[in-house]
């Protein structure tokens, strides 16, 4: 039987055959391009794929021959523990495909590999539903015997791969399974580029280097969520985009800076913080866009990198720095689940409150920041975009294990306690400096949301004056925010010149006949001032210090902990617009009903963004609702996002994940929708 692939023709001109599922009309396997990497890029109808045949996932010796017009094909692989597999099986099956999947598709009813764990046969069927199908392929291991005699490939052992679909590669007394990827095009341009395992046995992903040359897009691979079915890991299959500061090994890491990819090498390890999400089985998707060097750069502001488009409103909307391509990519795509950004001073919440998703800065030290090209060593935290408060609050809680904490020595505070209970706070503290919010429209969502948790958890709102509070401590360092500041400041400044400005100015000289490097604004005044007298390592270690006074006024004064409460309190501020709209095109910003981010209220001595990168607590972003503008740009009323920040006091996180959680089961709290509206 070897090399013949014949179509089964044997029971079609008798029986016919009713399917439940309605199946279009099968497109063609299109062979496009080979990547650079060895890996078949291919189109079913108007679907492009990646196959990673180069390293396929597995290769089984089978009684075949490569046909000359045939030897990639589009397979499903269905499998069961039923001992007779009929039509209804296999119906189930691909029923099942179709509405829990979006890479699969009636496309891959090519070829057919049905394996069952117990001795089985293929009745007839499933034999004429195959027919009906006019799948051309029918693979069969050991487990499966025919009800009838019609043309298969079978397989020397039964290939120990999930189900789902493959491109199947049929070789010389041999068949390979590559594990599949459908292609989406970053139509918000929030990526660097796509990437995917390269399953090469050394830990390695690849970049895909594809794009739609239509719309300029970039290509991002995601595989089919059937592959992890039947993996109980807590991300299994969730589809997670990579803030590119963080290292992941095969990829380049640039910190949105091609100076700094020149001169670095290919990154040869995998960040602890990102290994852990494939550990608990998620899937990374790609690098995304940011804020050269993790900085707060306006749009405007942006060389390098074309900077990304939020899908909010009219389209026309900032997405924040630093993680603005994490935060609008979320915002963005129903094929995205998660996203990993950084914040030093603002950098996951305000890109979440402008996307209206959830998104965090832990409590300071949560996670570990190796091989993450730092911003400010001990200011530095990892956080994770979502749409939905439980994805959220599960990927937290698996993410932020004890073993990833950073060392005391990096930090400078106490060692993190992170208690998971139902200690909740029991006031909820209304800062009169920060609140209420700018748009009036907005504030009756906030205080329905207030009013709600407060009925919910028997809390007390108190309103008080967060700046004269710290002004009024005794201790002149903790209660002095110049002070405060300024050791922030240092932190800062000193990581990045000692680990990224130094060596990359240094190198690029060497390089370029003494040259500086080109840096985006936001940074070059900067570097080009830097004073060692004020920024060095004896001020950083005093920074630290100074840093570690405030917290621990903070942790006894105003957010502490008590016999009841993890934190006594929950302190509620905005990081964002208060509900106007920010624009990615500067001018559009001057109009008073419109808003710069980032904007100091008139009497608080810092940004609310401040408060948690100088007093070290966990500040959340959480969406609450949404209010109507007209846009000068698509003449039209628009929505922006309303969130809200949730603060509470250092390590008690995961107290507030399970707030959230009751938050979200008495609907209070809801799952944003992609696209212009969040609700
Ligand atoms: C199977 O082939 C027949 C005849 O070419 C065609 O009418 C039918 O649409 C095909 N079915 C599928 C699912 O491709
Ligand atoms: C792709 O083809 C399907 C039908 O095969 C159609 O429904 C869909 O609109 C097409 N999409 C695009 C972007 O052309
Ligand atoms: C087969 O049975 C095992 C054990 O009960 C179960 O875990 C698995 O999901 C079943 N597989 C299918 C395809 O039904
Ligand atoms: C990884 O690269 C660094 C320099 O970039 C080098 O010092 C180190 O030895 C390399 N590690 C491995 C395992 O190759
Ligand atoms: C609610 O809190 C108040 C004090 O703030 C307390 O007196 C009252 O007993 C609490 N009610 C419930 C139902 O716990
Ligand atoms: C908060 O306190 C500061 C410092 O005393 C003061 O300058 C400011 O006016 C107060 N703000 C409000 C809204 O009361
Ligand atoms: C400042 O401290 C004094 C004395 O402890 C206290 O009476 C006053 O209420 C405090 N003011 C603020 C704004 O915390
Ligand atoms: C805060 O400290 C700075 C110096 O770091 C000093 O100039 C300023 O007077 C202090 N402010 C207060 C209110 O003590
Ligand atoms: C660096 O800072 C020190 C301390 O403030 C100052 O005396 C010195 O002039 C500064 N150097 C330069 C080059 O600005
Ligand atoms: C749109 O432009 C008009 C006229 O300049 C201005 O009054 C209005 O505030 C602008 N709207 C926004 C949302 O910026
Ligand atoms: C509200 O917006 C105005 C105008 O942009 C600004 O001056 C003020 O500081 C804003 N207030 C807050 C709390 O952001």
Redesign the pocket.
């Known amino acids: 039987m070897g090399g013949l692939f014949l179509t089964l023709t044997a029971f079609a001109a008798s029986i016919s055959v009713s399917s439940a599922i309605p199946l279009a009309k099968r497109n063609a396997y299109t062979f496009v391009l080979e990547n650079p990497y060895g890996d078949a890029i291919f189109e079913l109808g108007n679907v492009s794929y990646l196959a990673n045949t180069k390293h396929p996932k597995a290769v089984v010796a089978a009684d075949c021959k490569p046909a000359a017009s045939a030897s990639s094909v589009p397979v499903t692989v269905v499998k069961t523990n039923e001992s007779s597999v009929t039509q209804g099986v296999l119906e189930a099956a691909i029923s099942s495909y179709l509405s829990g999947d979006d890479v699969f598709n009636n496309d891959f009813l090519d070829g057919l590999y049905v394996s069952s764990t117990v001795s089985s046969t293929l009745d007839l069927s499933a034999i004429n539903y195959l027919v009906s199908l006019n799948t051309t392929h029918i693979f069969l291991d050991d487990s499966i015997t025919a009800d009838g005699t019609f043309s298969q490939i079978s397989l020397g052992s039964a290939v120990e791969i999930s189900a789902g679909p493959y491109l199947a590669s049929i070789g010389d007394g041999s068949v390979s399974f590559a594990t599949v990827y459908r292609l989406y095009p970053d139509t918000h341009r929030t990526f660097l580029f796509g990437a995917y395992d390269a399953n090469d046995g050394e830990n390695n992903h690849y970049p895909l280097g594809a794009f739609l040359p239509k719309f300029w897009d970039p290509l991002i691979p995601v595989p089919s969520r059937i592959y992890s079915w039947g993996d109980d890991r807590p991300l299994a299959g969730e589809r997670v985009a990579i803030k590119d500061l963080y290292d992941l090994k095969g990829l380049q890491t640039s910190a949105g800076s091609q100076a700094w990819a020149y001169i670095t090498p290919t990154a040869n390890g995998t960040a602890p913080a990102v290994q852990q999400i494939l550990d608990l089985g998620g899937v990374v998707v790609g690098k995304q866009k940011l804020a050269q060097f993790a900085s707060g750069a306006n749009p405007w502001e942006w060389q390098d990198e074309h900077y990304p488009f939020n899908p909010r409103g009219d389209g026309w909307l900032t997405c924040s720095a630093s993680s603005s391509g994490g935060g609008c990519s979320v915002a963005a795509y129903d094929w995205l689940d998660y996203a990993i950004g950084s914040d030093t001073g603002s950098s996951m919440r305000r890109p979440a409150a402008i996307a209206g998703i959830y998104g965090q800065r832990p409590s300071q030290g949560l996670m570990s920041l190796e091989r993450v090209v730092p911003l400010g060593g001990a200011t530095d935290t990892a956080g994770v975009f979502s749409r939905d408060p439980y994805k959220w609050i599960k990927f937290a809680k698996s993410w932020y294990s004890p073993a990833l904490r950073q060392d005391v020595s990096i930090t400078g505070l106490s060692t993190l306690e992170v208690p998971d209970t139902e200690a909740f706070p029991k006031t909820i503290l209304y800062p009169v400096d920060?609140l209420p919010l700018?748009n009036s429209a907005a504030e009756p969502i906030l205080q329905d949301s207030i009013g709600a948790m407060s009925r919910l958890f028997n809390m007390t709102v108190r309103e008080f004056n967060f700046t004269a509070t710290v002004q009024n401590w005794t201790d002149p360092v903790a209660s002095n925010l110049t002070t405060l500041s300024a050791a922030t400041g240092v932190i800062n400044t000193w990581t990045q010149w000692s680990v990224v400005a130094n060596p990359l100015i240094t190198a690029w000289k060497a390089l370029f006949d003494g040259r500086f490097p080109p840096i985006d604004p936001a940074r070059r005044p900067g570097w080009i001032s830097f004073n060692g007298t004020l920024y060095n390592q004896d001020t950083y270690d005093a920074a630290l210090a100074t840093k570690n006074t405030g917290v621990e006024w903070y942790e006894s004064e105003l957010q502490y902990s008590t016999a009841e409460s993890c934190s006594e309190s929950i302190m509620l501020y905005d990081i964002g617009t208060?509900g106007l709209p920010s624009f990615r095109e500067q001018e559009l910003n001057d109009s008073?009903a419109a808003?710069y981010l980032a904007?100091?209220?008139?009497t608080a001595q810092i940004t609310g963004a401040n408060i948690c990168p100088i007093f070290g607590c966990a500040d959340f972003t959480i969406p609450i609702g949404q209010v109507p503008y007209y846009s000068n740009v698509t003449f039209h009323e628009e929505m922006v996002p309303v969130t809200i920040n949730l603060v509470v006091k250092r390590g008690c996180d995961f107290v507030l994940y399970n707030m959230i959680e009751r938050l979200a089961d008495e609907g209070v709290l809801k799952s944003v929708k992609t696209g212009r509206t969040a609700f």
């Open positions: 920060y700018n208060g008073p808003s904007v100091l209220p008139e």
